[in-house]
């Protein structure tokens, strides 16, 4: 179970949007986890991922305690992995986020060499978790299914910010966060790179995909469903 699985969208919106998780096991495999774990997200670095981070301190985009008015314009969006390492300092989910297949497959393979004694979790569409699997060797273990939305889903927001809030897991992104930097975004006070910068801050667990952001961004551009 992980709290990637209600990630909004068909199985073919995932072709960017591979998360893999490794997490200890509390009581069985936690003793000297954490050299485990910063070494899971070592490994991550050379395969060129899109976010990084742990679920106690975030992403590799964070909020900035120094605000001002013109900070919004002035914002660094390239993810800093080094601190994601250095702030890792307990027993964690960690994750890695890649927006391409073959990245995720030799980073999964790679995982799989170091043998370094954790649970992994592969979240995207089925058949891309299976290919993962596939290409580094191993038989999936199990899979986990999203049964979607139920009750009034016409009180649903639309399409286009359940695709970017849902990124989420913990509903640390907002629907009217997603909504306000579709619409600047359509009105050209943000590009989709900027807007999806300061939404990936927002994930309290680095599992937020700025590159599939980006693409929805641009999209909404042009489409209104």
Known sequence: MTNTLHRFGAAETFRDDYIVFAIASKGKNDQNSLPKLRRFLE??????????????????????????????????TKPDFDAVLKGLDHPTTCAAVFDNKVAAEDFVKRVKEEDLGLSVNISTSIDGAEQCCFHAGIPRHSVGYSLGFEGKTEKLPNSQVLLLSTMCGHGMVSNSLAKKMIDWVKEGRRTPEEAASYLTRFCSCGVFNPSRAKRILEDARTKTT
Not at 45 to 60: S, Y
């Open 43 to 76: 490994l991550a670095i050379p395969f060129k991922p899109v976010n990084l981070g742990d679920a106690r301190h975030g992403g590799a985009l964070r909020p900035s305690k120094d605000m001002h008015p013109t900070s919004h314009w002035n914002r660094e």
